[in-house]
């Protein structure tokens, strides 16, 4: 079946209408709906489905305060009153998981486990991607994003992926906003600034 544009709400929400946001309610965001998430935004592609974004959801008074230590002070209020934090990691030693993930080559995991860069590289470029998909995911299922970096990454990988292959990328607040903690929109580059058509 073919694709068909969007309407005009769907466009509105995971783009045009849609801010950072800074402040939040006090309105719980549910185990369950987080699972949605992330079944959501599994299915989007990445190279050879390598997948490497791995997510924690900080949600509990001891995970945010222990999250606490590693904010910059610009981000640490927002980030403190936020229902969840997303922290999107990339797993260095994906290829681990190819021969499950990727059907078409068997061997697929050789390319990588003998090339610590590429590796690194392809985990870092598709974990990035895997993490806005987050942000269009959660939109898309009615939740308000505050994506940021301004923290410790050393610090959060000591306190939250400590023995594991997993590195800190950035963050994403989620929950539902409110509207205090919206600012004007900053300016967005025009097509001819950015775009070309060859």
């Known amino acids: 079946m073919p694709n068909t544009p969007l309407n005009q709400t769907a466009f509105d929400q995971l783009f045009l209408e849609a801010h950072t946001l800074n402040a939040w309610q006090e309105r ?11 079944d ?5 592609p990445t190279a050879m489905n390598c997948s490497p974004a791995r997510i924690v959801f900080v949600k509990s008074k001891a995970s945010k305060e222990k999250l606490d230590q590693a904010m910059m002070e610009g981000n640490r209020a927002k980030t403190m009153a ?5 922290i999107i990691g990339y797993d260095t ?11 078409p080559n068997p061997k697929a995991r050789s390319i990588f486990e003998s090339n610590a860069a590429l590796a690194d590289l392809t985990a ?6 895997q993490g806005a998909y987050l942000i269009i995911a959660a939109r898309a299922l009615g939740l308000d994003c505050g994506p940021m970096a301004g923290f ?6 000591e ?17 539902y906003g409110d509207t205090k903690g919206i600012y004007p929109r ?8 950015a775009c070309s058509i060859v």
């Open 28 to 38: 719980e965001v549910s185990d369950q709906l987080l699972q949605q998430l992330y």
């Open 152 to 157: 410790d990454n050393a610090k959060v990988d």
């Open 93 to 103: 030693c994906f290829f681990e998981q190819l021969p499950k993930l990727f059907l």
């Open 82 to 86: 936020a229902p969840v934090t997303a």
């Open 159 to 175: 306190l939250f992926f400590a023995g594991t292959s997993v590195k800190s990328n950035f963050m994403c607040n989620l929950g």
């Open 186 to 193: 900053n300016p967005r580059l025009a097509f001819g600034e």
């Open 40 to 44: 959501t935004l599994r299915m989007a």
């Open 124 to 129: 870092f470029r598709n974990g990035t991607l």
